[in-house]
């Protein structure tokens, strides 16, 4: 397949192109689902295919084809390149860069775990759902229904450049989740839920913690907690967010404005920003594709889809905005490096700037500094669902939570709904714990530009937060 890439890259030089990337992927993904004692989805999807991006006076055409002929590569070659021809006259924004030089992946770029998935067969994954589900059915009380949930990704991706630089790579990420949905006595419905996914084998699944009777076990006993839980009271109050909460904000309502082909067009918030302060002294913010998996979890993606190597970039540092997550022609056109943020859902689309594992960076307090500094205020924990706008503005609903007083947990609350501004709320950043978690996932992902769902990570340690707006739910 590197031959057929390095045919479509001097296809496209010989037509005229300024540069050219041609890559490839050869992906499986499985999903397994079950709800109480019912599969509702078993399935293996294949996706194969080449992309190619040609360049003419910093303008992209894109095409593609799932075909491995060579005639057909490079008809798909000559497409992207007329696009981009054709479309030079009309752009308002052009952003050339310069070539760079050549990267050639090493085999130490693709993780290799104990059990990879292709190794194990269907049975091996099935058990762990089933195991998921009759655990949490054990602990769990008033249940309405338990859904259990295995996915995998994996495969080789290749890519070819104008620099002359040649990627092959092996993606890989692996999830298991249990969701238990139960009733309180006045009829609402409270969840209870676990799960870890990331860029790992079926080993982790045998860890303790991770196993699927731990996380039966967690989500039960989390529904059943619910049951008796008050509800979050109205207000503005101190918060402590946990790490998965702390991560869908770093994503959803900052990761996402300093995206630089938003900051480019004007229409982040973030635009014309840089050295700014933003945030307290308390508030880093770090985007990358090469975190330490075995110490923190989390998406292994050492290269982009430009061919560009991942970088742990930080982006707000201790309240100061640095860096821009970038593709080769944002950075060049703002002066900063590329970051290796250019990424595509598939092969079906071009890469456009996202992001990889987006986290807040961690402080020194333990959980009870952490506590005793929230004083009195919500313990919010985990997300269900929410509202994002292109300024920063936020409404997320934690699935569950506590009433904390006097640094003390006082009793649980359900139906946590936080709003504010991600602007706002980096200047109240109060201080944060030592321990880093991030998470991934097969399920879910990033959504931008109708490429959804882009698989990404995301996490934090726990953040102290003043002044954020609840609002109560009745019970």
């Not at 900051?263 to 933003?278: E, H, I, M, N, Q």
Request: hydrophobic residues 35%; charged residues 25%.
């Amino acid at each position: 397949m590197l031959e057929l890439l390095h045919d479509s890259v001097e296809k496209g030089q010989a037509l005229g192109a300024d540069f050219v990337e041609s890559r490839y992927e050869d992906l499986t993904l499985r999903t397994l689902q079950r709800s109480d004692d019912t599969w509702k989805d078993i399935q293996v999807k294949s996706r194969m295919g080449f992309a190619i991006t040609c360049y003419v006076e910093g303008v992209s055409g894109f095409s593609f084809t799932p075909s491995p002929e060579k005639k057909d590569v490079l008809e798909a070659t000559e497409r992207a390149y007329r696009m981009a021809k054709a479309s030079v006259s009309a752009a308002k924004l052009k952003l050339p860069f310069d070539e760079r030089q050549a990267v050639t992946s090493k085999p130490s770029d693709s993780l290799r775990p104990k059990i990879h998935p292709r190794d194990e067969n269907i049975d091996f994954k099935t058990d762990l759902v089933n195991r998921c589900v009759e655990q949490a059915h054990e602990y769990g009380e008033n249940i309405r229904n338990v859904k259990g949930l295995y996915g995998e990704l994996y495969g080789k991706k290749m890519l070819v450049n104008g620099d002359g630089s040649e990627i092959d790579w092996d993606f890989l990420v692996a999830d298991l989740r249990i969701i238990v949905t139960s009733r309180t006595e006045g009829g609402a419905m409270v969840l209870g839920y676990e799960g870890h996914g990331g860029t790992w084998g079926l080993e982790k699944y045998k860890t303790k913690g991770f196993t699927p009777e731990d996380m039966g076990r967690e989500a039960g006993e989390r529904a059943t907690e619910q049951l008796e839980a008050k509800a979050c009271p109205a207000g503005s109050f101190r918060a402590l967010c946990e790490e998965r909460l702390v991560g869908v904000l770093a994503h959803e309502s900052f990761g996402h404005l300093s995206e630089a082909d938003f900051v480019v067009a004007g229409g982040s918030p973030l635009t014309d920003k840089l050295g700014k302060r933003l945030g307290t002294e308390h508030a880093t913010i770090i985007d990358g594709g090469v975190p330490d998996i075995e110490k923190y979890g989390g998406l292994w993606v050492p290269f982009d889809d430009q061919g560009t190597p991942s970088s742990m970039t930080t982006v707000l540092d201790e309240g100061v905005l640095k860096h821009y997550l970038h593709n080769r022609g944002t950075a060049k056109k703002l002066g900063q490096d590329p970051t290796g943020n250019a990424r595509a859902v598939n092969f079906t689309f071009p890469p456009i700037p996202r992001m990889t594992n987006t986290y807040v960076a961690p402080g020194d307090l333990n959980e009870d500094e952490a506590l005793e500094l929230l004083d009195r205020g919500v313990y919010a924990i985990q997300t269900h669902g929410g509202q994002v706008t292109g300024d920063g503005s936020f409404l997320f609903k934690a699935i569950r939570g506590y009433w904390v007083e006097d640094g003390e947990i006082k009793y649980p609350i359900r139906e946590v709904s936080l709003s504010g501004n991600i602007l706002q709320l980096l200047g109240n950043v109060l201080g944060a714990t030592e321990e880093l978690q991030l998470f991934s996932g097969y399920f879910g992902g990033c959504g931008k530009g109708d490429q959804f769902p882009l698989p990404t990570g995301l996490g934090g340690p726990k953040v102290i937060i003043d002044d954020v707006t609840f609002g109560g739910e009745s019970q």
